[in-house]
């Protein structure tokens, strides 16, 4: 079992900045890729970046140069910085971590979800 634990979320003023983490912990024998998706109520969930175990990067093009994706060395902890907050960054974000098994299959694992508000 794989466990992700996200932490960070929280009420921020719009141009605010927010850090949010997201810790992997359980039987992880190859972690390919840990990243972080958002949701509002009545969207579908949708991608903010992604990070790969070699440190390769990836974001959604509306979401370049405000938001940072990164990993720890022990490569078990993500963090995404969120800068510049703007209303409609409102949104449940979720940690993701794409994770191999032996057989050489790989499974997508999520946390519970943070609460991020940006709000006057």
């Known amino acids: 079992q794989v466990q992700l634990v996200e932490s960070g979320g929280g009420l921020v003023q719009p141009g605010g900045s927010l850090t949010l983490s997201c810790v992997a912990s359980?039987?992880?024998?190859?972690?390919?890729?840990m990243g972080w998706y958002r949701q509002v109520p009545g969207k579908q969930r949708e991608l903010v970046a992604f990070?790969?175990?070699?440190?390769?990067?990836h974001y959604a093009d509306s979401m370049k140069g405000q938001f940072s994706i990164s990993i720890n060395n022990a490569g078990n902890t993500v963090y995404l910085r969120m800068n510049r907050l703007q209303r409609e960054d409102t949104a449940v974000y979720y940690c993701?971590?794409?994770?191999?098994?032996?057989?050489?299959?790989?499974?997508?694992?999520w946390g519970q979800g943070t609460q991020v508000t940006v709000s006057s």
């Open positions: 993701n971590a794409r994770i191999g098994d032996p057989a050489g299959l790989d499974y997508d694992y």
């Open positions: 359980g039987s992880i024998f190859s972690l390919y890729t």
């Open positions: 990070i790969t175990s070699a440190g390769n990067t």
